[in-house]
């Protein structure tokens, strides 16, 4: 919870100028937090969050202070400059929460389908966001996927990324590893949406769309991991 504090802190902070741009309404881009008083919270965050962490067994304080933690950090000073290297290592942090809690509950095995699944997803959301956010990212410089290698390519990457994703979020329920409610859900609320943002993408290729399947996305990881849940019960 901390390290998520700090990290969408940190993010704003050195995103200001793009959020001038993309997202003028947010807290540090419209003036009403300032640069300095935000840095000093996340950094405040971080701490605590270190603190709580080593409270913890040896696996878990080494996902969440010796992954984590420089991930994030190098993510929003160097690694967000790099086109998918950025977008990687967002899916990696969110999906390592889960290797995380499975860690202090020394049962990792569950965890490790909504892990994948989790990181699949945010990937392709963080892909399609890249899309959305193209002019803000144009005006400061940013080298993302779809600036360096053009609307068609990124959209092309989508889909083969959803189709992957599609069909090997199928494998679990094929194997008999979850039960028929995981397949019924998963059918209506990721590989539907899944094959919505494709289309929609396909058909109307611009920012505008893109921001709308960006909701969607987050509506699949949301509903993928709901899936999982039922599907074990």
């Given at each position: 919870?901390?390290?998520?504090?700090?990290?969408?802190?940190?993010?704003?902070?050195?995103?200001y100028?793009?959020?001038?741009?993309?997202?003028?309404?947010?807290?540090i881009?419209?003036?009403?937090?300032?640069?300095?008083?935000?840095?000093?919270?996340?950094?405040?965050?971080?701490i605590?969050?270190?603190?709580?962490?080593?409270?913890?067994?040896?696996?878990?304080?080494?996902?969440?202070?010796?992954?984590?933690?420089?991930?994030?950090?190098?993510?929003?000073?160097?690694?967000?400059?790099?086109?998918?290297?950025?977008?990687?290592?967002?899916?990696?942090?969110l999906?390592?929460?889960?290797?995380?809690?499975?860690?202090?509950?020394?049962n990792?095995?569950?965890?490790?389908?909504?892990?994948?699944?989790?990181?699949?997803?945010t990937?392709?959301r963080?892909?399609?966001?890249?899309?959305?956010?193209?002019i803000?990212?144009k005006s400061?410089?940013?080298?993302?996927?779809?600036i360096?290698?053009?609307?068609?390519?990124?959209?092309?990457l989508?889909?083969?990324?959803?189709?992957?994703?599609?069909?090997?979020?199928?494998?679990?329920f094929?194997?008999?590893?979850?039960?028929i409610?995981?397949?019924?859900?998963?059918?209506?609320?990721?590989?539907?949406?899944?094959?919505?943002?494709?289309?929609?993408?396909?058909?109307?290729p611009?920012?505008?769309?893109?921001?709308?399947?960006?909701?969607?996305?987050?509506?699949?990881?949301l509903?993928?991991?709901?899936?999982?849940?039922?599907?074990?019960?």
């Open positions: 919870m901390f390290y998520t504090a700090g990290a969408n802190t940190l993010n704003d902070y050195f995103d100028k793009i959020d001038k741009i993309n997202r003028p309404d947010r807290a881009s419209s003036g009403l937090v300032l640069r300095r008083h935000a840095l000093i919270f996340s950094l405040f965050a971080f605590l969050g270190t603190l709580f962490a080593l409270q913890l067994n040896k696996n878990s304080q080494l996902v969440s202070i010796g992954i984590s933690l420089p991930l994030i950090i190098g993510y929003n000073a160097k690694l967000k400059y790099f086109p998918l290297i950025g977008n990687i290592v967002v899916a990696l942090i999906s390592l929460s889960f290797i995380y809690a499975g860690f202090i509950f020394d990792i095995k569950p965890l490790i389908i909504p892990a994948v699944l989790a990181f699949g997803l990937l392709i963080e892909i399609v966001k890249d899309m959305a956010d193209v803000g990212d400061v410089g940013l080298k993302t996927f779809p360096i290698y053009g609307e068609n390519k990124t959209i092309v989508c889909t083969v990324l959803s189709s992957l994703l599609g069909i090997g979020s199928f494998v679990p094929i194997t008999g590893y979850y039960n409610f995981y397949g019924i859900l998963l059918i209506l609320t990721v590989e539907i949406p899944l094959a919505v943002v494709v289309i929609l993408l396909l058909n109307k611009n920012i505008a769309t893109a921001k709308r399947s960006t909701k969607l996305l987050k509506f699949c990881t509903g993928g991991l709901f899936s999982i849940y039922i599907g074990t019960i």
